[in-house]
Protein backbone atom coordinates (compact mmCIF):
# COMPACT_ATOMS: atom_id res chain seq x y z
CA UNK A 1 0.00 0.00 0.00
CA UNK A 2 1.18 3.31 -1.05
CA UNK A 3 1.72 6.21 1.73
CA UNK A 4 -0.26 9.14 1.53
CA UNK A 5 1.11 12.45 0.61
CA UNK A 6 2.36 15.24 2.63
CA UNK A 7 -0.02 17.91 3.31
CA UNK A 8 1.63 20.15 1.06
CA UNK A 9 1.59 18.83 -1.85
CA UNK A 10 -1.58 17.22 -1.39
CA UNK A 11 -3.10 20.87 -1.04
CA UNK A 12 -1.18 22.14 -4.56
CA UNK A 13 -2.03 19.82 -6.41
CA UNK A 14 -5.93 19.45 -5.09
CA UNK A 15 -6.94 22.35 -7.55
CA UNK A 16 -5.31 21.16 -10.84
CA UNK A 17 -7.01 17.29 -10.05
CA UNK A 18 -9.94 18.71 -9.44
CA UNK A 19 -10.08 20.75 -12.56
CA UNK A 20 -9.08 17.68 -14.34
CA UNK A 21 -12.01 15.80 -13.36
CA UNK A 22 -14.75 18.49 -13.96
CA UNK A 23 -13.31 18.68 -17.52
CA UNK A 24 -13.07 14.87 -18.19
CA UNK A 25 -17.07 14.49 -16.60
CA UNK A 26 -18.05 17.73 -18.86
CA UNK A 27 -16.30 16.04 -22.27
CA UNK A 28 -17.90 12.86 -21.19
CA UNK A 29 -21.19 14.30 -21.00
CA UNK A 30 -21.01 16.07 -24.17
CA UNK A 31 -20.18 12.92 -26.19
CA UNK A 32 -22.58 10.93 -24.26
CA UNK A 33 -25.47 13.89 -25.37
CA UNK A 34 -24.66 14.25 -28.71
CA UNK A 35 -24.90 10.13 -28.60
CA UNK A 36 -28.20 10.02 -27.50
CA UNK A 37 -28.98 13.25 -28.99
CA UNK A 38 -28.48 11.73 -32.65
CA UNK A 39 -30.40 8.91 -31.46
CA UNK A 40 -33.15 10.76 -30.76
CA UNK A 41 -33.15 12.30 -33.96
CA UNK A 42 -32.67 9.55 -35.95
CA UNK A 43 -35.79 8.12 -34.42
CA UNK A 44 -37.66 11.06 -35.12
CA UNK A 45 -37.11 11.67 -38.39
CA UNK A 46 -36.99 8.42 -39.74
CA UNK A 47 -38.57 9.79 -42.97
CA UNK A 48 -35.28 11.14 -43.84
CA UNK A 49 -32.63 8.82 -45.72
CA UNK A 50 -30.33 7.41 -42.83
CA UNK A 51 -26.88 8.40 -44.20
CA UNK A 52 -27.85 12.37 -43.64
CA UNK A 53 -27.81 10.84 -39.56
CA UNK A 54 -24.35 8.80 -40.41
CA UNK A 55 -22.82 12.18 -41.68
CA UNK A 56 -23.94 14.65 -39.24
CA UNK A 57 -22.48 11.84 -36.27
CA UNK A 58 -19.42 11.63 -37.98
CA UNK A 59 -19.00 15.30 -38.23
CA UNK A 60 -19.86 15.77 -34.73
CA UNK A 61 -16.94 13.42 -33.56
CA UNK A 62 -14.47 14.79 -36.24
CA UNK A 63 -15.19 18.36 -34.58
CA UNK A 64 -15.07 16.16 -31.37
CA UNK A 65 -11.34 14.89 -32.20
CA UNK A 66 -10.23 18.08 -33.95
CA UNK A 67 -10.77 20.03 -30.61
CA UNK A 68 -9.32 17.67 -29.06
CA UNK A 69 -6.03 17.65 -30.92
CA UNK A 70 -6.19 21.52 -31.01
CA UNK A 71 -6.16 22.30 -27.40
CA UNK A 72 -3.34 23.90 -26.20
CA UNK A 73 -0.51 22.46 -24.13
CA UNK A 74 0.81 24.31 -21.21
CA UNK A 75 4.14 24.12 -19.75
CA UNK A 76 4.48 25.02 -16.00
CA UNK A 77 8.39 25.99 -15.17
Not at 55 to 75: C, E, H, I, N, P
Amino acid sequence: MARPLPKDLEDRIAGTAKRAEVRSVGVFGFGLGTAVGFGLGAAIFGAVSGSLFFMLGAGAVGVLWFLSWKRRKTKKK
